[in-house]
């Protein structure tokens, strides 16, 4: 009986065993060497950016960039369409020293037969906005239209920074004019909620917020879609306790 040696050395044997049987050190496998390089670790992800809570004043433009108007135009809810709205913030912000920014009043309007609606939420910039102060409102416009925004009584004050009068207060002036949805978009032209667009003082109604965010039934009341007033008129938006008196948001 003939027997066969075989043509596998005793070193190559010994290797074959430290690295892998598999790997044909006795045949010739035709099998891939295992592959034994470290993948390198993912990098760390940036941290979000986030925004401060206060900012420092004496930067090259004035900290303020929201406030409410300390006083309406004083016709009802007839404010001179948008345009006027907007002069009235930038009169009001220029008098305090943040007429550096440019305003705009936070309305709605409902679309007519010759012109679209316009949404409040797409006429005040990307933010983030604050008060007089240097106290974070919002940080964007989605936050400023979620519950983590800080509309409220303590914080939504006048461009001199006085506190606006809320529940409890004598009188209540609580009724901030917005002609918006929870959202910031406007109604359906079918709905008047905007005083003929903020041109009349008689007829139609207008949808306000509570900036102290307190006044009707439990729970939390909205700041920019609460109730619609019972008129226009000046004397009806303060009965309903209001004084015609609206947001104001710098886009710069």
């Known amino acids: 009986m003939t027997f066969f040696r075989s043509r596998c050395?005793?070193?190559?044997?010994?290797?074959?065993?430290?690295?892998?049987?598999?790997?044909?050190?006795?045949?010739?496998?035709?099998?891939?060497?295992?592959?034994?390089?470290?993948?390198?670790?993912?990098?760390?992800?940036?941290?979000?950016?986030?925004?401060?809570?206060?900012?420092q004043m004496g930067g090259e433009k004035s900290v303020t960039t929201f406030f409410i108007t300390s006083v309406g135009p004083g016709d009802g809810g007839d404010l001179g369409g948008l345009a006027g709205a907007d002069a009235h913030c930038q009169a009001l912000a220029e008098a305090e020293y943040a007429g550096d920014h440019t305003w705009r009043a936070y309305l709605s309007t409902s679309a007519t037969d010759t012109e679209p609606a316009v949404h409040?939420?797409?006429?005040?910039?990307?933010?983030?906005?604050?008060?007089?102060?240097?106290?974070?409102?919002?940080?964007?416009?989605?936050?400023?239209?979620?519950?983590?925004?800080?509309?409220?009584?303590?914080?939504?004050?006048?461009?001199?920074?006085?506190?606006?009068?809320?529940?409890?207060?004598?009188?209540?002036?609580?009724?901030?004019?917005?002609?918006?949805?929870?959202?910031?978009?406007?109604?359906?032209?079918?709905?008047?909620?905007?005083?003929g667009n903020w041109t009349s003082s008689a007829d139609g109604s207008a949808m306000v917020g509570h900036h102290d965010r307190i006044g009707r039934g439990d729970g939390v009341n909205s700041w920019n879609s609460e109730h619609p007033s019972r008129g226009c008129s000046q004397d009806d938006l303060v009965g309903t306790g209001g004084a015609g008196l609206f947001y104001c948001f710098a886009i710069d």
Request: one cysteine or more; glycine letters at 8%; a negative charge.
């Open 9 to 55: 050395s005793a070193a190559a044997v010994s290797a074959a065993l430290g690295a892998a049987l598999m790997f044909g050190a006795c045949g010739g496998s035709d099998a891939p060497a295992p592959d034994t390089t470290e993948t390198p670790a993912a990098p760390e992800p940036e941290p979000a950016e986030t925004v401060p809570d206060q900012i």
């Open 120 to 195: 409040a939420r797409d006429r005040i910039g990307t933010g983030p906005w604050y008060n007089a102060e240097a106290l974070l409102i919002a940080a964007d416009v989605e936050t400023l239209h979620s519950d983590n925004n800080n509309v409220n009584k303590e914080r939504a004050t006048t461009e001199r920074l006085d506190p606006v009068n809320g529940v409890g207060d004598d009188p209540n002036r609580h009724d901030i004019l917005t002609g918006s949805q929870p959202d910031g978009t406007a109604f359906p032209a079918s709905d008047d909620r905007t005083c």
